[in-house]
């Protein structure tokens, strides 16, 4: 059988809101980006990130509606087919921006051996349909390892320890959700829409973690926000209103991958661990003066933020998660991402919050993506 020889690029693009598209219009119409070729778009939107953040869903719709002539494909059809990620949230100076994955694939093995090295591959998947009650509990968990597993396929990537970064796009619980589940006589994992969030979330990283056997044996609803030693140290959820879904996008190093692309990835321990990021770039050749040194070859840095979930950073208390104006999710974003910006020389960076089973309590993956 002749192998698939994967090529991978990586484009970042600055928006002026979350329904702005002209930039990767732009690169389309000078033949900088070849639309049939983008599998993957992951977004930051200046939305809250609450359950109410509908510049997610716009961001999406107006990302479908721009591509859907170049595909001749109805705007569904476009989000069927390439994986879509809107984060919402861009406190403090995080830069709302997308990051646009292209994959060309081939036959044979030529240009591989001649680079020799694995290479960033890209794959994506997607699980069936959640009913309302499925939120948040063990079968969601069984699904999105099975979504993984088949985004690892779809990549090129054999050994679960090349997978740097595993973003998934998972759904919340909405009233009207919660009341067609109590409506069949069935009960949701909670009765709060926010809540919901961490519960999708939490249940959709240990799929990521299950499916590269980062914890051993079967995960139980009893496990899901209670047992935080169960983690992934790669996984990154972000819970949204638009779908019903997971959508998984496993991001490696691949030997069926070509690309000029290397991805590496570090585990922060709390929300102030620059040791790590600095780590995560030194994983991808970009050394000890960090990327601010090499702006070129630095294309994007994605990071989890979670406020530490026992009021402590490094024995000094900390407010966010008693701050009634503010939410902790959001307090988490801007502190990481001050920190992972000032490292980086840039603020266009992917920051999520809220990263339950996500790293250590308190902490989350970051990983990099550079140019070698």
Not at 131 to 157: F, S, Y
Not at 280 to 301: E, F, M, Q, Y
Not at 315 to 328: F, K, N, P, Q, V
Request: charged share 20%; proline share 4%; aromatic share 4%.
């Amino acid at each position: 059988m002749t192998p698939r020889t994967i090529s991978i690029d990586v484009i970042r693009i600055p928006t002026k809101g979350p329904g702005d598209v002209s930039g990767l219009i732009q690169l389309i119409e000078t033949g900088r980006v070849d639309p049939a070729s983008i599998l993957a778009i992951l977004g930051k939107t200046e939305g809250n990130g609450g359950v109410n953040d509908f510049t997610r869903e716009y961001a999406t719709s107006a990302l479908s509606a721009a591509l859907a002539s170049y595909l001749a494909l109805p705007p569904q059809g476009v989000e069927e087919r390439i994986a879509f990620v809107m984060s919402g949230g861009t406190e403090g100076v995080l830069c709302p921006h997308i990051t646009v994955f292209t994959r060309e694939v081939s036959d044979g093995s030529g240009l591989q051996q001649e680079i020799g090295d694995k290479r960033l591959s890209v794959g994506i998947a997607h699980t069936r349909n959640f009913l309302p009650e499925e939120i948040g509990r063990a079968i969601q968990v069984c699904e999105t390892a099975k979504a993984v597993r088949a985004a690892m396929a779809d990549a090129g990537i054999d050994d679960p320890g090349d997978v740097h970064f595993a973003q998934i796009k998972c759904p919340l619980l909405t009233s009207d959700r919660m009341e067609d589940a109590h409506g069949r006589g069935q009960k949701t994992v909670t009765s709060s829409a926010y809540g919901s969030m961490s519960y999708s979330r939490g249940a959709s990283a240990l799929g990521v973690a299950t499916a590269l056997g980062e914890v051993k044996g079967d995960i139980n609803d009893e496990h899901i926000l209670k047992n935080y030693d169960l983690f992934s140290s790669v996984a990154s959820t972000s819970a949204g209103i638009e779908l019903m879904h997971n959508v998984v996008i496993v991001m490696g190093n691949s030997s069926h991958a070509a690309s000029s692309l290397v991805i590496g990835h570090a585990v922060m321990r709390d929300a102030i661990d620059h040791g790590a990021v600095a780590d995560a770039l030194k994983s991808v050749g970009l050394g000890s003066n960090h990327a601010s040194a090499t702006p070129d070859r630095l294309v994007n840095i994605f990071a989890k933020a979670e406020a530490s979930p026992d009021g402590i950073v490094r024995g000094w208390r900390h407010t966010m998660l008693e701050d009634t104006d503010i939410s902790a999710t959001r307090h988490a974003r801007a502190a990481v991402g001050g920190l992972v910006s000032g490292l980086a020389g840039t603020s266009a960076v992917y920051v999520s919050g809220g990263a339950e089973h996500q790293g250590p309590p308190g902490g989350g993956p970051v990983a990099a993506i550079a140019r070698i």
